[in-house]
């Protein structure tokens, strides 16, 4: 079995990350892209109740439907968009292998 995957970051300012993605570790977006030190905060601590992890799928690996608090969170953000998630409630799993996220804007 894979422990490894490659997720794809474009952060804001339109640069693309490929990066190593553990997926037995229970990691989220928001904490693979803390530890590569990208500029996404996590504030509720991945709670679903600040959406400063908030990220847009451009690609199209089948992922979990979001719950209700994280359909209520990003009702509440900016910039939401059709294909907007919260990293935080994303979880590594080998089906994203390949999957690229842009970050929302602040």
């Known amino acids: 079995m894979v422990n490894t995957i490659q997720i794809n970051i474009i952060d804001r ?3 693309r990350h490929e990066l190593d ?3 037995d570790m229970n990691m989220s977006i ?6 590569y030190e ?3 905060e996590g504030t509720c601590g991945g709670m679903a109740l600040c ?7 451009l690609s199209e690996q089948e992922l979990p439907e979001p719950t209700d608090d994280e359909l209520a969170m990003l009702d509440a953000a900016f910039f939401v968009k059709s294909n907007s998630r919260l990293g935080c409630q994303l979880k590594l799993k080998n089906e994203m292998d390949g999957l690229t996220l842009e970050l929302a804007p602040v």
């Open 51 to 57: 959406a400063s992890c908030h990220v847009y799928v």
């Open 38 to 40: 990208l500029p996404v």
């Open 30 to 35: 928001m904490e693979l892209c803390k530890s």
């Open 21 to 23: 993605a553990p997926t």
């Open 13 to 15: 300012e339109g640069v």
